[in-house]
């Protein structure tokens, strides 16, 4: 079963909105990442916090961590008609080793 | 050139037939993975390895076989395909250590099984 569910599964927004997408895990984790997906292409890796960080920033991207409620936010703020893609989550498991287990995804779509 | 490559990017096969799927990488990594796609189902673990002699399943391995023949090369053998085996599959790579597990994945091969 998917480690990894988020919320929502789809997501149109008009050009200079936020963007927020959420996903929920459920066992203890040693990180999490975000990764995008353009259509039928191959997975980037965008962001990686670790279990005891509660919200990292990189450029447009702030993501947020809650443990207790073993939960995530990826927030794209000024979102750009490029930002359309599928954005996923991943959870790096403890013990796990470099395994990852990804969620169901959220297909954004981005206005002119 | 892209870091990891795979081959072939599409693929139309038969039910029946045996066919491999090929990854390589110029990363350096010791870890390689193998992954399928569904629509609405994210990405599925097939098998994975953490070092040429190091072949583990993942979630989903039944039906499939891999051969990792060099640090660089990890392959997917399908060997006797079906039309549910119809999907998306990518291969990734990651560095070692317990902590850090960023993944670098290929563009991805297109299976279609008619």
């Known amino acids: 079963s998917q480690q990894g569910e988020e919320d929502p599964q789809a997501l149109s927004i008009q050009e200079g909105e936020n963007a927020t997408m959420n996903c929920s895990y459920k066992t203890s984790i040693n990180n999490l990442q975000w990764y995008r997906q353009n259509s039928g292409r191959g997975l980037v890796h965008l962001i990686l916090?670790?279990?005891?960080?509660r919200e990292k920033h990189s450029g447009r991207l702030r993501v947020t961590l809650d443990t207790s409620k073993k939960s995530s936010s990826l927030l794209i703020t000024a979102s750009r008609a490029a930002d359309t893609a599928s954005y996923f989550c991943?959870?790096?498991?403890?013990?796990?080793?470099?395994?990852?287990?990804f969620g169901t995804g959220t297909q954004l779509k981005v206005e002119l | 050139d892209a870091d990891v490559t795979q081959t072939p990017r599409n693929r139309i096969t038969k039910t029946g037939k045996r066919i491999m799927l090929e990854c390589s990488q110029t990363?350096?990594?010791?870890?390689m993975y193998w992954y399928r796609q569904d629509p609405g189902l994210g990405l599925r673990l097939i098998y994975y390895s953490f070092d040429v002699k190091d072949i583990n399943k993942g979630e989903i391995s039944d039906g499939y076989s891999v051969s990792r023949q060099a640090q660089a090369k990890f392959s997917l053998s399908l060997e006797s395909a079906i039309p549910n085996q119809t999907a998306l599959y990518f291969c990734?790579?990651?560095?070692?250590?317990?902590?850090?597990?960023?993944?670098?994945f290929g563009a991805g091969t297109r299976l279609s099984v008619l």
């Open positions: 990734a790579t990651s560095e070692p250590g317990l902590r850090e597990s960023i993944q670098y």
């Open positions: 916090i670790r279990s005891n960080e």
């Open positions: 991943a959870t790096s498991l403890s013990g796990g080793g470099n395994k990852l287990t």
């Open positions: 990363k350096g990594h010791d870890r």
